[in-house]
C-alpha cells in the first residue's frame, strides 16, 4: 500500500488588509510550540546559512527555554559559525557548528527557525532530511512551504518576535530573553524597519523586565563592528556607483577586496546598510563575492520599492524592503538585469 500522504499544518498568521496593526498585542501565548516539544525528546534546532542574529537568537532562545521548561530533553543547535559579535549570547559556546561529520545524524524532531526555503538550510540539509518529525517557525512572505507544520507570520518583525508569543512567560529567563531581544533589534534595525509593530514594542518591553542590557546588546549586536568591518563598509562607499539620478546605490566586493579587508562573508552584515543611508537613495545594492562563482546579492529599499520580487527572480527572497539571493554565473549580465529590474520600479 502506498504511504498516506502526511497532511500539512501550515499556520499562516497573516491579515492582509489591515496589515501590522492586526498583529495581536494581546500575547495570548499560543502553546502548540509546547505541545510539540513535550512530544520528543532528542530535539534538533537550526535555522539558515551565514546566521543573523535573528536566526541565531531565535534558536539558542528556544533552546535556552526548553533547557528552562523541559530540563530532560536533549537540545542540540546546529548552525554555521556566527560572527563575532554574536558571541555574547548564552548558549553560543554548545553550538555544534561540525556538520560534515554528523551528516545525516537523526533526531527525533527538528526545528528549523528563520529559514524560508530549503536551500537556506546550507550545512543541516542532511540532518533535516534525515529527521522525520519537523516544525518551523517564520516570518519570511517568500517562505517556500518546505516544512509541514509551519507556524508563518510575515507580519512580524522578527522570528524573535514570533517566537515570543508561542512561548510560555514564566519560562521566559534572562538567558532566553537575551537571545529574543538580540534577534528584535537586529531584524527591526533597532525598531526602525516599517515592519516594527505596536506589538514589537510590547514584546521588546516584555523582554526588558527579565532586566536584560538592552543598551549593551544593542551596541554589541547591532551598532558595533570590528576595524575589518569598518574597512569594507568604507570600500563599498570609497567604490559605490550611482544608478537613476542617485536613487541606486550599488557596490560590488569581490574576494580579492574583502581578503584585502580581513573579512569573510559572515562579516558583510551592516555594510549594505551603508549604502541604503545615502540620502536620495531608495534603492541599496550590494554584491559581494563567496566563491569563484558565487555571489550573495543583499537589497534593501527605503520606502517603497518592492526588493522581495527582485530577489525572488534570482531564487532569493526575504522582505518587501530587506532581501537577498545569490548567483553563480556571470557578474555583468547578472548586474545588468539586477539594474533592469531596480529600473523598473524606480521612480
Ligand atoms: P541579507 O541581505 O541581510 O543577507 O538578507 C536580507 C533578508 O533576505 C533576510 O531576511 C534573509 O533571510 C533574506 N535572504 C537573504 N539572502 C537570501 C537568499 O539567498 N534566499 C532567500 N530565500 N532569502 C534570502
Ligand atoms: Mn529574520
Do not use: W
Request: glycine content about 6%; proline content about 3%; overall charge negative.
Amino acid at each position: 500500500m502506498p504511504k498516506a500522504k502526511k497532511p500539512k499544518k501550515i499556520c499562516i498568521l497573516q491579515n492582509k488588509k489591515k496589515g501590522r496593526e492586526a498583529l495581536d498585542i494581546n500575547l495570548k501565548n499560543d502553546t502548540q510550540l509546547d505541545d510539540v516539544i513535550e512530544k520528543y525528546e532528542n530535539i534538533a534546532i537550526t535555522g539558515h546559512v551565514r546566521p543573523d542574529g535573528d536566526c541565531l537568537g531565535s534558536c539558542l532562545g528556544i533552546k535556552n527555554y526548553i533547557n528552562n521548561k523541559f530540563p530532560s530533553k536533549k537540545v542540540t543547535v546546529y548552525l554555521e559559525e556566527i560572527m563575532d559579535r554574536l558571541n555574547f549570547l548564552p548558549g553560543v559556546e554548545e553550538i555544534d557548528h561540525d556538520f560534515n561529520k554528523k551528516a545525516g545524524r537523526k533526531h527525533d524532531l527538528i526545528i528549523v527557525l528563520d529559514a524560508s526555503s530549503f536551500d537556506r538550510l546550507g550545512d543541516s540539509e542532511a540532518i533535516f532530511e534525515a529527521t522525520e518529525s519537523r516544525f518551523s517557525i517564520d516570518h519570511h512572505a517568500t517562505n517556500t512551504h518546505f516544512v509541514d507544520n509551519l507556524v508563518l507570520e510575515p507580519e512580524s518583525s522578527s522570528t524573535c518576535e514570533l517566537v515570543y508569543t508561542m512561548l510560555d512567560p514564566k519560562y521566559v529567563d534572562y538567558n532566553v530573553a537575551m537571545c529574543l531581544y538580540t534577534g528584535m533589534i537586529t531584524d527591526s534595525g533597532v525598531f526602525k524597519y516599517s515592519s516594527t509593530s505596536k506589538r514589537t514594542m510590547i514584546v521588546a518591553g516584555e523582554l526588558m523586565d527579565r532586566n536584560i542590557p538592552f543598551q549593551t546588546i544593542i551596541d554589541g549586536a547591532f551598532y558595533s563592528k570590528t576595524y575589518e568591518q569598518a574597512k569594507v563598509c568604507a570600500y563599498a562607499i570609497e567604490n559605490v556607483k550611482f544608478a537613476f539620478d542617485g536613487k541606486c546605490a550599488y557596490a560590488i566586493v569581490d574576494k580579492n577586496a574583502m581578503e584585502k579587508c580581513g573579512v569573510t562573508p559572515k562579516d558583510m552584515d551592516g555594510t549594505i546598510d551603508e549604502l541604503r543611508l545615502i540620502i536620495g537613495v531608495e534603492c541599496a545594492l550590494l554584491i559581494y563575492q563567496i566563491d569563484e562563482n558565487d555571489y550573495k546579492i543583499s537589497l534593501r529599499a527605503k520606502d517603497y520599492m518592492e526588493v522581495d520580487k527582485i530577489a525572488v527572480e534570482f531564487g532569493g527572497g526575504g522582505h518587501v524592503r530587506a532581501a537577498g539571493a545569490s548567483f553563480d554565473g556571470n557578474l555583468e549580465a547578472n548586474l545588468k538585469k539586477i539594474l533592469e529590474l531596480i529600473g523598473a520600479q524606480i521612480r
